[in-house]
């Protein structure tokens, strides 16, 4: 081997070496940055739903851009205030009942419910109680735990509170530019591609909206039914709970299995003092088939008319999409898996509309 191959090689191995270190560095960098990213993202949806807010502004109201992007942020802010102030009576009752300040009350709230439901058990031969008491959970709990608690509490609210104004802060420019997240990627493409990626965006900021659109008017109509079985059952709070799990379905799979243990919870902790066969077991029942209904109906009346009409997917396709969004990257993974599919379907037809596969997979988009 002579010197040239030899500098040749080397050349190639410390290229290689940079390369890694690079992208190792890079990664690193955007670990580091990581909430910014995500403050960036969330701008990005926050825009996006607001967007049409906005075109309704200036083009039937004939509002100023700047008057209306000012006018969108303080409907969502409300939105996001009256929706942060609905859960105070509901934390406030729900600590009352369960006297969360106060051990002893419940430990004897626990041990009440218990026994009513062992009760009731009994009557079928199982003992739930005996092994409730074997096991003696409420000796666990750690009173001393409390301050920490109020430490991670206090972080997490200036944390938010930083969050908060980061997201507004820049949701008001991309709503006043709607360019500018546009601009900033078309930097990134060759001339001759800025063209079709320019229409691409279009295409993706259109269908995204319509999207987000979509998934409020899914929660709105599961919040609507979930009030309604509550309000029929006199179950205390009852706006405010339907709201939280119609909230949770934000997470597909996951977020309805939650919501509904919630539900039951809180269904049953509102009848606390109440006899549990005759009236914490009926009401919770009744409650949890509503629940079931409600799901149902979201699943297979919805859904697939969301999904159908704003991103021109099947919902089998949505399905699997989601599924394997949550195999790769779990819950957070499952949350932007339609989006990002959508985006990318969009690019593919752009940039591969000749492949056999994408014609088959974007027709109709």
Request: proline letters at 3%.
């Amino acid at each position: 081997m002579n010197s040239s191959q030899t500098k040749y090689i080397s050349n190639g191995i410390l290229r290689a070496l940079g390369i890694i270190i690079g992208i190792a560095l890079l990664l690193l960098f955007l670990f580091k940055i990581s909430s910014v990213i995500i403050y960036i993202i969330i701008s990005g949806v926050v825009s996006l739903i607001g967007r049409p807010i906005v075109l309704f502004l200036r083009r039937r109201l004939k509002f100023k851009n700047s008057i209306a992007v000012i006018l969108t942020m303080l409907m969502l802010l409300g939105v996001l205030i009256g929706t942060a102030a609905m859960f105070i009576p509901l934390i406030k009752s729900q600590g009352e009942n369960l006297a969360l300040l106060d051990f002893n009350q419940l430990e004897a709230n626990f041990n009440f419910l218990i026994k009513e439901i062992n009760t009731y058990l009994n009557s079928h031969n199982i003992d739930l109680f005996k092994t409730l008491q074997d096991s003696d959970i409420l000796s666990k709990l750690n009173v001393n735990a409390i301050p920490d608690l109020l430490n991670s509490v206090l972080s997490m609210l200036g944390s938010f509170s930083i969050g908060l104004f980061s997201v507004l802060f820049i949701s008001f420019f991309f709503l006043k530019d709607s360019k500018l997240l546009e601009d900033s990627l078309l930097v990134l493409a060759p001339e001759q591609k800025e063209g079709r990626l320019k229409k691409s965006i279009e295409k993706i900021k259109s269908l995204l909206s319509r999207y987000f659109i979509g998934l409020v008017f899914q929660i709105s109509i599961l919040f609507i039914i979930y009030t309604i079985t509550l309000l029929i059952f006199g179950i205390e709070n009852a706006f405010m709970i339907a709201f939280l799990c119609a909230l949770l379905n934000l997470i597909p799979y996951v977020g309805p299995l939650i919501g509904g243990v919630i539900m039951m919870i809180l269904s049953m902790s509102s009848n606390l003092g109440h006899d549990f066969q005759s009236v914490i077991l009926p009401k919770t029942t009744y409650v949890m088939i509503g629940y079931t209904i409600a799901q149902l109906v979201d699943n297979f009346v919805s859904q697939p008319l969301i999904f159908s009409n704003s991103v021109k997917s099947h919902p089998l396709e949505i399905f699997l999409v989601i599924v394997i969004g949550g195999l790769l990257f779990g819950v957070l993974g499952m949350i932007v898996a339609v989006p990002s599919y959508t985006a990318i379907k969009v690019i593919a037809k752009e940039f591969l509309s000749g492949n056999k596969i994408v014609q088959k997979v974007t027709k109709g988009l």
